[in-house]
């Protein structure tokens, strides 16, 4: 199983990012895909995640209306929009690929992308 996460770079506060999230080696539409950060000197906490079927989002507070998660199964592709970025949301991002929905904490999720890196200056 391989989750192959990009699109992170360097954005200035207010500006817009796509992160990806392609998958392989797994039945892909039966996983929940969630994304995780991990800011400078802080533990992996959870951004959001999409159900298997796409049907349905859950977001931590901090990124309502301001991020969306979506996915497209038959490019076995997870995906995050980011706008309206912040300095705070400064972090590596990682996916993160589970059969238990809702879940909310790392332990829920067996296949982890490698993570990929936004910074958001101010």
């Known amino acids: 199983v391989q989750l192959q996460a990009s699109g992170g770079g360097l954005v200035q506060t207010g500006g817009s990012l796509r992160l990806s999230c392609g998958a392989s080696?797994?039945?892909?539409?039966?996983?929940?895909m969630a994304w995780f950060r991990r800011a400078p000197g802080k533990g992996r906490k959870f951004v959001a995640v999409?159900?298997?079927?796409?049907?349905?989002?859950t977001y931590v507070d901090s990124v309502k209306g301001r991020f969306t998660i979506s996915r497209d199964n038959a490019k076995t592709t997870a995906y995050l929009q980011m706008n309206s970025l912040k300095p705070e949301d400064t972090a590596v991002y990682y996916c993160?690929?589970?059969?238990?929905?809702?879940?909310?904490?790392?332990?829920?999720?067996?296949?982890w992308g490698q993570g990929t890196l936004v910074t958001v200056s101010s």
């Open positions: 993160a690929a589970g059969l238990r929905w809702p879940a909310h904490t790392t332990n829920n999720y067996a296949y």
């Open positions: 080696g797994l039945d892909f539409s039966r996983y929940h």
């Open positions: 999409v159900s298997s079927s796409g049907g349905s989002t």
